[in-house]
């Protein structure tokens, strides 16, 4: 029987995942030194995986680079990725991510990154917030295209009720923490998207690219 | 010197705000027997101002219609009013009242029956909330001959942020306790209004169409 | 051309919704009367479409009847319907419903019922919460077989992180205000599913069963 | 027809609002780079705007200033403007900023400056907070001169409902971010001045000197 | 030895606190049966000491009247007494009690029956809001005479601040739960009265007139 | 091999956590209907296992009784029981119960029923609040004698930081939602006791008496 | 007539604060820069009154005492004094100032230096928290002689309920910011003291030091 | 009579407290200085007893160590330990440490060396979160060897639940501030374990591993 996961003694790398979910093991590398990461990264790469790790800035990169040559770092998303081949399913898997402002951009190039890394093909729209509604409207034909539509937004987050009552493909909802005073770090967008009136969006955790990039993908691999 | 309040007892009714606010002395009744709402609206209308009683249930009205017989009681506002002529200045004090939903509407009375308390003609227009833009975009026309815009929404509270960006009149809004879970009794709503990425939008309490009312109020009287 | 909605005096009924999101208006009935619930469904109901009811107690249900005989009330969902023909679209539209307890049925059949309303077929599996997990465990299969999966829990919610760690399939994450003390109606389970550590999971307001069942219908109305 | 917006790739510049709103696209800095901020400056000013960016440090500045040479620094309201020429419109569009105390002067300038480059004259009655209110009843004559009054506090945030008793001109309010402990960043005086018992007050964002200062335009220039 | 408390079963009466305290035990009404009530009422009253129960409701008068027939009950406060005779210490130990609206007499009462049952001679100065200030400036002198001013409001709160600016006397601050939407019951009128800029005020907790009134009562027994 | 669990529709009798846990299933009768209570008893004890239910009102306890004649009310505990035979475990299994105080009582019954219907030996201290400390010190002794102490307390919660200075044994402390105003319904006692400054102690959900018994059950049964 | 304030253009000295409320201006440093703090205390000291400037870093003490050489920079209560004389009133005017641990020194001694500059004679009794609580009640004789006792706790707070439940003197309690996890910040301390059982107890604003000192002063120059 | 504490000014040893709690007096490093630190080591040393000190940074250590030099600094654990012999019961006293992630290991680590330092033989079990619940069971019967359960966990913070359905022992939960967004610092993996539907669960402060080390510690020297 294939062994379940590796113990490294601070981490137990779950080689499994990739049959469970489809994908491999992805490091989150917050609180985790870029000794640790490496090391990480390694142990995934060994068993012939590509790598993902999200939250990781440069020193973690060079790290990591050290030991994999052919990492890469994408910088406005704070992500390494080791990867043998990038193709992407194109059409059938095609994912609109669309912004509110300039702010937003991180998050959503986390889960741009991320989605390309899992074979998605990802149409971008960013900067169509509520506030130029027009710059929405206009866009409409194009994010109709997609098969599923990631909403990033911060301040008030009122983008995706507006989405979700133009369209009709599964909207996932990002709070970003863009914002102040009583934007309190992503709360405010957080509680909007929630509460929205209009129905097919559902949410992630603030900030969180990463999480809507993989329930988009848990979507389009159904076909 | 004119006496500045009159002392009953167990309240000071401020007879002077007439002068310093433009408008009489305003009875909150929450918290109040309909013994004590009777007692203040007889004592402001033996000095021959007119009565606005908010939050009233039908006993405060009559407790109140009993000394005052031209009490008249507006049922979804929960107001009472004893006015001895309802006059209206149109065009130049034309204020819209904006509802998101049919849930709205109490809220919404509240705001629309003080402003024509106050003189106000008022411009309803409700369930346009952003769930069915078109709806709201039709309307746009006869929300823009007016003056001052209230805006009332509960749930997510989106539609001020929305109208915010496409008209450039003041828009005050007005979050509503409309809504169930995360909603937390009207804080998402309130949050979102604060943090709205549209400029020109001020907000007050939740369910506070008194409130808004008389901001609006304080705008028109300056014409 | 058509009409884009319907103005009834305290509420614009949205009847081209149906061709933008591919079901009718829905009638969310708290802070409705009786009487605005039934002139609502009946005006939906002449255009030819199917009226669906959520929040709805007996009271409504009776107003509705009255006018539409042919109304159904769903009990424990707390759902009137007037459907034509219930027919399901069986396999590729199949969706469970997972709970964790018993106490969360009224929002899990609240779920149910409206994605049946919808035409999903809905495979019903209650009562297989974290503290007894070889329930959980001995229902993967048939969990595995269905294409989305709605997942209700109260008190601490921690289903939706244990099942995504180990399904693919993407899973609609359902808060319930079961608890009490520190739950807080329903916010430690809404921040645990906020928090999955298991990708794949999205989050819709607490005890919105009807938006869960909407956001599974907008994925399976891609096949 | 003339084109709604410009798209540069991170951002979708909506020269259109000049139209709509009565005034140019703004430029909020928090969470955009030097680069992107000169970028957007120089894109607003070649279609002959002019340009607003608060929350911008020197390093902003300095991006700009190569690029604008006519951009100048407003080092405590934190603003940038780029302004072919300063024209205030005195007598009917005067408005008064009114702060508590020297903490609260950043936000103030904040509003004063962006009230001042959409050519409003403003009075600055600074540090009149309600420890001692005789500061305040003296400087009231002055006050009541001005069309709108915009109130700046921090704290307890008590300023508002006490201006908002004796005068009759609309007030905005401002809580500010200063205080410590259970001030919680500006919640404390944001929920005293929402629930304000003196009418005629409506609320923006915490440390929003900015949106203060359009809502102040969008009333004056009413006239 | 002195026994220091009195075991009944279900309470431990402490007699002891008549001598550590100043007064004997207090019983606290809420969550204890009619018959417990009664049952503690005469045990303290047993020893010779007065009793005092707080919000207490008809029933639980009636079930110490049966038992102890000098029970008065004080309505408005909500409070049932059993004294043997009624006697105030003027002069040095006068308190003013004062209130911002009429919606906070219950809890000024609490605090006002709890003062003169512990012989303190208290001033009721009621209704005199911020919203009229010159209602609270024309009963200065009337509070100034006063060794310790109790400050019992609700809504915003700001009554405290404004008073703490005016005079010199130790100011005992009670925020009350009269208010609606963000009030948050009493919540915003708490953070305004901590975060006061106004020094020498002290707060005590939400509606607790009895705990200011014993806070008081510790000042003025130093005489 | 033994089925690991019984389905009966709408619940899944976890028969096997007697193995597991050492206890069988438990009813927690909110949200349940006493039709649906008195199924799962009868299931559960017709395997042969006791049945405890908790959260029970006396409509619950009638539906059990029809069905289980040896069915018992605990009313203060709000508790029903089926039991073949008290016994408890003397000395070795013995666990002291402290309160606060009288309105604590309800939590902590519904903890010593629980731990007796566990065969735990109870000692039963109520009434020990830190506002009198010497009940508290008088009791030390006979609290010293048991092996676990379940502390409950309300209000401001500070009973287990006192108590866990002055013992060396483990103490389960339980927040009560007894108090008002900032109580918040048990949060001010929950933080309390989260953050005690005396080690040795951890803490259990608001009102959870249940817990607490289970918790010092799992420590006992290690003897 | 004397002039009530002074205008420096930033601030408005308030120097007629030491007749209203028996001391100076106070200046609170935070949000102020060096100029700005010591421009003011040059204001203030020139016309006669002594100088006190809380929560003051070095460079703040630098520039008063560039300009007026008596400055003294107290480092532990980060307070700046600049005072011609310092005398305590011994014996009437004798306070306690208590603390739960060592980290809570900072604001104590901010209490303390304040105290002693307004004439107060302290008596410091610190690390007596109710972990160990015979060092408490060793200090009891001490704490009892004073006559007012200041209590400054962090962490879960418990120390003003305990100590009120001892004495019959009125305690100020002061919620300090010590602590991590769920104390936040100090809430967890201040809900505490918020909600004592003791009574005897209010309280002023987390890591209040100043404000806490004051009242005392409030209430000793009563003498 | 044996001293119960030492007074060193700044604080008072309490050498009383092996005798009361079963081991010296611990010291808490934040807010206190490296010299304090160090002071209040070397008088804990000199009775005699051993020393450890948490949340201590390499400056305090170098402090602690140039006194007392057998000092010792276990860095993930943020613990300084000076300690004659470390000797560790075996069998008995065993606890196992459980991890969610790898990001939880100081708090881990803190909680193992603080157990160590008490005698308890520790086994480290770390990384087996629910997303990967494999790993779990397959330590499931070396968790079962031990006599108590240490679980740390961040972000949803659901282990404790899934392990509290698995095992008969007792559970202590620490919740960490590992995680970003809605998990506002480990606020939501408290809520989540205080809510566990597992029982057998009690919850210490967020990111407190010295704590559960401690109520582990007052659990096995039962024995």
Same mark, same amino acid.
């Given at each position: 029987?294939?062994?379940?996961?590796?113990?490294?003694?601070?981490?137990?790398?779950?080689?499994?995942?990739?049959?469970?979910?489809?994908?491999?093991?992805?490091?989150?590398?917050?609180?985790?030194?870029?000794?640790?990461?490496?090391?990480?990264?390694?142990?995934?790469?060994?068993?012939?995986?590509?790598?993902?790790?999200?939250?990781?800035?440069?020193?973690?990169?060079?790290?990591?680079?050290?030991?994999?040559?052919?990492?890469?770092?994408?910088?406005?998303?704070?992500?390494?990725?080791?990867?043998?081949?990038?193709?992407?399913?194109?059409?059938?898997?095609?994912?609109?991510?669309?912004?509110?402002?300039?702010?937003?951009?991180?998050?959503?190039?986390?889960?741009?990154?991320?989605?390309?890394?899992?074979?998605?093909?990802?149409?971008?729209?960013?900067?169509?917030?509520?506030?130029?509604?027009?710059?929405?409207?206009?866009?409409?034909?194009?994010?109709?295209?997609?098969?599923?539509?990631?909403?990033?937004?911060? *301040?008030?987050?009122?983008? +995706?009720? #507006?989405?979700?009552?133009? =369209? $009709?493909?599964?909207?996932? /909802?990002?709070?970003?923490?863009?914002?102040?005073?009583?934007?309190?770090?992503?709360?405010?967008?957080?509680?909007?998207? *929630?509460?929205?009136?209009? +129905?097919? #969006?559902?949410?992630?955790? =603030? $900030?969180?690219?990463?999480? /809507?990039?993989?329930?988009?993908?848990?979507?389009?691999?159904?076909?």
């Amino acid at each position: 029987m294939k062994k379940l996961y590796e113990d490294i003694g601070f981490a137990k790398i779950d080689h499994h995942r990739q049959i469970r979910k489809g994908f491999p093991e992805v490091i989150y590398c917050e609180g985790k030194t870029p000794e640790q990461i490496a090391h990480i990264a390694y142990s995934i790469s060994r068993k012939g995986h590509d790598v993902l790790a999200t939250r990781a800035d440069r020193k973690a990169y060079l790290a990591v680079k050290k030991i994999l040559n052919k990492a890469k770092y994408h910088e406005t998303a704070r992500i390494i990725t080791v990867k043998k081949k990038w193709t992407v399913v194109s059409g059938e898997w095609l994912v609109s991510i669309v912004t509110a402002g300039t702010a937003d951009l991180p998050v959503a190039e986390e889960a741009a990154v991320t989605a390309e890394f899992l074979g998605i093909k990802v149409e971008r729209i960013y900067d169509v917030g509520v506030a130029g509604i027009h710059r929405l409207i206009k866009n409409l034909p194009k994010i109709n295209k997609s098969r599923v539509v990631i909403v990033v937004a911060g *301040m008030e987050g009122a983008l +995706p009720s #507006v989405l979700g009552g133009l =369209i $009709d493909k599964p909207i996932i /909802a990002v709070p970003t923490s863009v914002g102040y005073g009583s934007s309190f770090k992503g709360l405010a967008a957080l509680l909007t998207m *929630m509460n929205s009136c209009a +129905p097919g #969006v559902a949410v992630v955790n =603030i $900030d969180n690219g990463f999480g /809507a990039a993989v329930m988009a993908y848990s979507i389009v691999r159904l076909f």
